[in-house]
């Protein structure tokens, strides 16, 4: 029987996330572990209170930079099979997912390093943003500091 | 001297500053990103504050201001990329 094809599942959707949803479509027989990240929408940040996210993306390049990822992912984690990464888009109210991360691998440490290093790299290079909108004051756009053309201050840079 | 015209999207917090999410100009296809911010910066001069913290994306890939000239063709894409916030 031939081996499993890996297959790299990408989904952009203003739909809520499903945890379920990305563990279930990772999961394969020969494969001893499933590693997951949930990023989630906080209610605070700098003392303010922030009641939803606004995501928007430049859809066709954010789906290339995260066919990228994949690709990277299996260029170094060889034992890899099935990478899950979906974003949601438009508003996300606080506590529910932003981005899910699911990968799939016959042993623990790769399917592990290998989320690590998607969520790191997709904050880095996919055209996806974020606005946060508080209870009062001007809502913001957020700026990753793992992206490289952010201002370079603090942390957390607002603009 | 070739002149294309090219699409320009906006994303973000470029957006909010021209009031657009797109526009089709047209300029010389060996012009450098950095003109090219440039040339949108006179016609949009809100844009300005983004000068130091913005990338373009030709044809879907990340482009810095620059003196490299870009190549561009007819109907091209040149995306205004603002510091991403993805995740």
């Known amino acids: 029987m031939a081996a499993d094809q890996g297959q790299d599942l990408i989904t952009l959707t203003t739909d809520k996330l499903s945890a379920d949803g990305v563990s279930e479509s990772v999961t394969c027989p020969s494969c001893g572990a499933i590693s997951l990240f949930i990023g989630t929408t906080r209610d605070n940040f700098e003392g303010k209170k922030v009641i939803r996210l606004e995501y928007e993306a430049y859809i066709p390049m954010a789906e290339s930079e995260l066919r990228k990822i994949c690709s990277d992912i299996r260029t170094k984690w060889p034992s890899v099979r099935h990478i899950c990464i979906q974003h949601r888009l438009g508003v996300v109210p606080v506590t529910e997912a932003s981005v899910i991360i699911g990968i799939s691998s016959p042993h623990r440490s790769e399917s592990l390093e290998a989320v690590k290093y998607g969520i790191d790299t997709l904050k880095a290079t996919v055209p996806i943003w974020k606005k946060e909108i508080y209870e009062s004051g001007q809502p913001c756009w957020k700026e990753n500091k793992e992206c490289l053309w952010a201002d370079d201050g603090t942390d957390s840079k607002e603009s | 001297m070739n ?85």
């Open chain 2, 3 to 87: 002149t294309e015209q090219v699409s320009v999207l906006y994303f973000a917090k470029s957006a909010e500053l021209t009031g657009l999410k797109a526009e089709n100009i047209t300029v010389p296809s060996n012009i450098t990103s950095l003109q090219l911010w440039q040339d949108l910066e006179t016609r949009h001069p809100r844009l300005s504050v983004l000068r130091d913290q913005v990338v373009l994306a030709v044809r879907q890939e990340y482009v810095p201001l620059c003196a490299q000239p870009l190549s561009l063709r007819e109907g091209d894409e040149v995306a205004i990329i603002p510091p991403l916030s993805g995740g």
